[in-house]
């Protein structure tokens, strides 16, 4: 079963706006972690966040978590063309001594020039 | 670095018919992993390895098959195509140490 749930599932943005995208997930996990996809690419890490975490930033990039609500937000400023991909979390957990990582729906994220 | 390659890039195949998906790392990865991405359900996890010599079943193991006898390659095979299988198959792998995954391209198999 899908532990993320991703909103919205997709959004269509002005070049230079910042886009969010929100995930929610179901139980207790080690980290979470944002991924972006081009189209009929493979996945390629953007950011990490631990559960002890509350807020990362990689350049542009913000990442907050809040295990309390189980929630997490990627934020990006200042969006480029260039970041028209879609964007997945992935809650990051334990089982029988290995790390899976469990992904969301995804969020399409278009910027529009 | 290549980083992680997968072959074929696309197949198509009949119902009933085999065939075997490779993934290639030359990073030295440990981990190894196999995902089928289908529209609306994101990445769901089939089998994984973490070295040479040892598979785990995932998420979604029914109908596959896996093996690791070189920690640079993570095979996937499919004994006998159904169309609930035509997907697009991503290989990912990870060093013990971190826990970014690295992806490859993907393989985009149709069953008809």
């Known amino acids: 079963s899908q532990q993320g749930e991703e909103d919205p599932q997709a959004l269509s943005i002005q070049e230079g706006e910042n886009a969010t995208m929100n995930c929610s997930y179901k139980?207790?996990?080690?980290?979470l972690q944002w991924y972006r996809q081009n189209s009929g690419r493979g996945l390629v890490h953007l950011i990490l966040i631990r559960s002890n975490e509350r807020e990362k930033h990689s350049g542009r990039l913000r990442v907050t978590l809040d295990t309390s609500k189980k929630s997490s937000s990627l934020l990006i400023t200042a969006s480029r063309a260039a970041d028209t991909a879609s964007y997945f979390c992935a809650t990051a957990s334990y089982f029988q001594g290995a790390q899976k990582l469990v992904f969301g729906q995804g969020t399409r994220l278009t910027i529009n020039p | 670095n290549a980083g992680v390659t997968q072959t074929p890039k696309f197949r198509v195949l009949k119902t009933g018919q085999s065939m075997t998906l490779l993934c290639a790392q030359d990073?030295?990865?440990?981990?190894m992993y196999w995902y089928r991405q289908d529209p609306g359900m994101g990445l769901r996890l089939i089998h994984y390895s973490v070295g040479e010599g040892t598979t785990a079943k995932g998420e979604v193991p029914d109908g596959y098959n896996v093996s690791r006898l070189k920690k640079q390659n993570f095979l996937l095979g499919l004994e006998s195509a159904a169309p609930s299988q035509t997907s697009v198959y991503f290989c990912?792998?990870?060093?013990?140490?971190?826990?970014?995954?690295?992806f490859g391209p993907g393989t985009r198999l149709t069953v008809t």
């Open positions: 139980t207790s996990i080690n980290n």
């Open positions: 990073m030295n990865h440990e981990y």
């Open positions: 990912a792998s990870r060093w013990t140490g971190s826990y970014e995954q690295y």
